[in-house]
């Protein structure tokens, strides 16, 4: 099992930025990837961004192309996503997920493809 937890979501006006954190515990060395996904009130949870773990190549969704930015550190087990010009439209309930399969670059934005998940982290855009 791997344990996600997030952190940094918040209050922000339009434009500005926030940096969400995703803290991963348990059987680390069987992820193939990690990813974040949103859901926005009466939406479906639609993803945002992923990363291999190894050798790190990132994946997103047009929607946040340019102005998002996923990472990872392998040595202490976190994936961040700085999100920069931020839209009303990104609000929404974000959660981290964690891929134990081995990782299928064109299947990055399935959220069946992803194994384990966090309880969420809240960011809210005003206008």
């Known amino acids: 099992q791997v344990h996600l937890v997030e952190s940094g979501g918040g209050l922000v006006q339009a434009g500005g930025s926030l940096r969400l954190s995703c803290v991963a515990s348990?059987?680390?060395?069987?992820?193939?990837?990690m990813g974040w996904f949103r859901q926005a009130p009466g939406k479906e949870r639609e993803f945002v961004a992923a990363?291999?773990?190894?050798?790190?190549?990132?994946y997103y969704a047009d929607s946040v192309k340019g102005r998002f930015t996923i990472s990872r550190d392998v040595v202490k087990n976190t994936v961040a996503l700085q999100m920069n010009s931020l839209e009303p439209d990104d609000t929404a309930v974000y959660y981290c997920?964690?891929?134990?399969?081995?990782?299928?670059?064109?299947?990055?934005?399935?959220?069946?493809?992803?194994?384990?998940w966090g309880q969420g982290t809240q960011v809210i855009v005003s206008s």
């Open positions: 348990g059987r680390t060395f069987s992820m193939s990837a």
């Open positions: 997920a964690a891929n134990k399969t081995p990782f299928i670059p064109v299947l990055a934005g399935r959220r069946e493809r992803y194994d384990y």
């Open positions: 990363i291999s773990w190894n050798p790190g190549n990132t």
